[in-house]
Structure formats: C-alpha cells, structure tokens
C-alpha cells in the first residue's frame, strides 16, 4: 500500500488540484502540493533505507528530486523573495510556514526566513494569521484569521531559533481562547470572536504542536521531521 502511494505520487505530482484549502475557482499547481508529494517519496526513501519496505528507489530518488527542483524554480519568487501559494504567482499562504516543519525547508534559511515574514506582512492582524487573503477562491468574503495556522507561524519561529518570539506569539495567540481555554476554527481579529466551528482540533492540535515545538527549542532539540531521534531523547520519550 507504501509502495502504491509513492507509484501515484510518481505518476500525479505534476498536475494541478485544489490545494490545502480546497479552493473552488480551479484546479492549479499549488506549491504545498508539490511538496507534500516531495515529502511522501522522501519518507518511503527513508523507509527503505531502514530496510521496512522496498521500493524502486532510484527513481524515487529522481522524481523526488525533481519534484524539488520544480518547487523551487517554479514555487519561489525573486521579486518576492518568499515561496508563493501557486506556481508563478505573487501570493503567499499560510500553508507555506509548514515546509519547515515537513523538512523540506530548513527554517533558520534565508527563503524560509523571508517566506515567514512575507506570510506575517499580508496575512497577519494582531498576532493571528489569515490562511490566505485571495477574493478569486469561489467563496463570499468575511473569512475571519484561521487558528491554527497562528500556532503554525510561533512554530516556525521556533523552528528557526527564535525562540523567545515564538513563545511571545504563542502566548499572544493564546489570550484568543474563550474562558475555558478552547477555540475556534477562525478568530476576528477586530473584536477576538470565535467564529466557524467550535471547538475546532485543528486548532487545539496546532496550539499542542506549538507548544511541543517551542519546549523542545528551549531544551536544545533541533531534530528535524524524518530524523532519527537521538538515543537520550529516545530514553526520556
């Protein structure tokens, strides 16, 4: 069944779908896309490589590498300087902040350093995240900040080693919480209402995955995703 992913995402990763998002104006060549395919054929390397399962791996090892060339020639922006939403555009999404997480990226870098601030500069209010901000997604406008891709964005700055303005970010996303510590799917940045679904996992995962990430920071663990964890760690695990 492994196996059988990884043949799909070799036959598939070049066409356009919907996205994270699910947007509904049309299929295009999302980036977070193309790397989540990136990161399903790194993984099955991995897994080979630990002897778990055999693939051909050579041609997962191209097609993945390819997959990163695409990605990064067609899912990055000069002008920009930030990784962008869609390939050859100008916008930028929330779900680009979880290539560092993935592995694909390395968040101390200099394109994921610039992403993270570009990602902050047109969707950010008062320390919450939009998802995205794009009027061409088939859906009615009044979409409020989407809570966990706050959390996403402390992460990554904890990721990155800042890890004092990733604790402030967190703390501040935290005070949006209703009294019994629970939110939303969105929050309004004007006047903190949740809105959406509630209680949303999304969100409650987000805020564990953040603080996980930023306890880990302050403890000196930088393990990547698909890393081995080292022996002491595994000890206190």
Not at 47 to 62: S, T
Not at 66 to 72: G, S, Y
Not at 159 to 178: H, I, Q, T
Not at 188 to 208: E, M, R, S
Request: aromatic share 8%.
């Amino acid at each position: 069944m492994l196996a059988g992913f990884g043949e799909t995402v070799c036959r598939r990763w070049q066409e356009p779908d919907e996205g994270i998002w699910e947007i509904r104006s049309g299929r295009r060549h999302h980036t977070y896309s193309k790397v989540l395919c990136w990161v399903a054929l790194d993984r099955l390397i991995k897994l080979h490589d630990h002897n778990h399962l055999r693939i051909p791996r050579e041609r997962y090892v191209q097609t993945r590498d390819d997959i990163r060339a695409t990605v990064e020639r067609e899912g990055y922006s000069d002008k920009l300087q930030s990784y962008v939403s869609v390939f050859g555009s100008d916008d930028v999404d929330a779900s680009l902040l979880l290539l560092a997480r993935y592995g694909y990226a390395d968040a101390a870098s200099g394109r994921m350093r610039n992403t993270c601030a570009r990602v902050r500069e047109r969707l950010g209010r008062d320390g919450l995240l939009y998802r995205y901000l794009d009027g061409n997604d088939g859906l009615p406008p009044g979409e409020g900040a989407f809570g966990i891709c706050s959390f996403w964005a402390a992460e990554v700055e904890a990721m990155a080693g800042d890890v004092d303005r990733a604790a402030a970010s967190f703390e501040r996303v935290l005070g949006y919480a209703n009294d019994v510590g629970l939110f939303a799917e969105e929050i309004d940045p004007a006047d903190g209402a949740l809105l959406g679904n509630f209680p949303q996992a999304f969100t409650h995962v987000g805020l564990i995955d953040a603080a996980l990430t930023i306890a880990r920071a302050r403890a000196g663990e930088t393990r990547r995703p698909g890393e081995e964890m080292p022996p002491e760690a595994k000890a206190r695990a």
